[in-house]
């Protein structure tokens, strides 16, 4: 009798600590999940879950995460383009709103990649909204036992957090077309890290997971910019660094300078930064003329762009 108890105590006080183990591993990757008490949940749905957001028949619910933005994961054995549908019809038909697409199919600066060597997971995704105030984000994506595992994350004002984003997008992505479109090299995973607009200025980021070597990622960009109209006019490779400068004109035939860098990372071989800043190369009310400025990623780059 003694022995089953202590098998049952050493049971309890180690799922304790794996539970504690798996909360301290995810709020140091969202560390949004530290506020309000979060906790874990096995097989079960957190309190205050919507009742309105269904699941597919027949799956399963993990477990989930009880924060300011409750996440929620399931298993399936449907398709993961089969479970997005499902969502989306059905959440539309209970008054859910799907946001139009901020960023067109075709768009100016770094494209994002599909699935490549480093062994990237292909995820279908949705998103939609109530104009009560919430929105669930829904992400769909096989594992490597052939199940579909699903991740509904919700926020309790995201109603408010898209409006928002659609209203302070559109003038920016007109902006971001200005940019040729920019491919990554057969075989990488090329993904935006973000970027920047003004009234006569543009910087995007990227990442970029290859084996290729610099000077061969530095010609396919060459390329890939010649191809959009741009104009080269100075360039180097040194070290871990190769900078370009280009020229261009917009739509309205104004003249426009830029800086591509490509650093590639010295303790992640695979690993590279992309950085494009593009500036109106003519009279500004400020006066003189403008250097790279921000740098890329803590590299503070000393080469102004001349007029």
């Not at 709020?27 to 906790?39: I, K, L, S, T």
């Not at 994961?73 to 989306?88: H, K, R």
């Not at 105030?133 to 109603?159: C, D, E, F, M």
């Not at 290729?212 to 109209?229: I, N, P, R, V």
Request: net charge negative; aromatic share 8%; no cysteine.
């Amino acid at each position: 009798m003694d022995e089953q108890t202590n098998t049952s105590s050493q049971t309890t006080n180690d799922e304790t600590d794996l539970r504690e183990s798996a909360l301290a591993l995810l709020m140091a990757r969202y560390p949004y999940a530290a506020e309000g008490e979060p906790q874990l949940l096995l097989r079960a749905l957190p309190p205050d879950f919507p009742g309105d957001i269904p699941l597919p028949t027949g799956s399963r619910v993990i477990g989930s995460l009880v924060a300011d933005k409750p996440i929620v994961v399931l298993n399936t054995g449907q398709d993961d383009e089969a479970v997005i549908a499902f969502y989306e019809k059905q959440l539309a038909a209970l008054g859910w709103i799907m946001p139009e697409p901020i960023l067109p199919e075709q768009h100016g600066g770094f494209l994002e990649s599909g699935p490549s060597l480093v062994g990237r997971i292909p995820r279908q995704g949705t998103a939609l909204y109530r104009n009560d105030g919430p929105s669930v984000q829904i992400w769909a994506y096989k594992t490597p036992s052939g199940h579909t595992r699903v991740q509904l994350t919700l926020t309790p004002n995201g109603a408010r957090e898209w409006r928002l984003r659609h209203r302070d997008m559109g003038r920016p992505r007109e902006m971001y077309n200005m940019l040729p479109p920019i491919e990554p090299p057969p075989n990488t995973q090329q993904s935006q890290s973000g970027g920047t607009v003004g009234s006569d200025i543009i910087e995007v980021e990227a990442r970029i997971e290859s084996l290729l070597d610099l000077s061969t990622l530095a010609a396919h960009y060459t390329t890939q910019l010649e191809q959009g109209g741009w104009q080269r006019t100075d360039g180097e490779e040194n070290g871990p660094v190769a900078w370009s400068t280009w020229t261009f004109e917009d739509e309205d035939k104004e003249p426009w300078r830029s800086l591509f860098v490509i650093f590639k990372r010295p303790d992640a071989s695979r690993q590279s930064w992309l950085r494009i800043v593009a500036e109106l190369a003519g009279d500004r009310s400020q006066g003189g003329p403008r250097t790279t400025g921000s740098g890329l990623l803590g590299w503070q780059a000393h080469h102004p762009l001349e007029p």
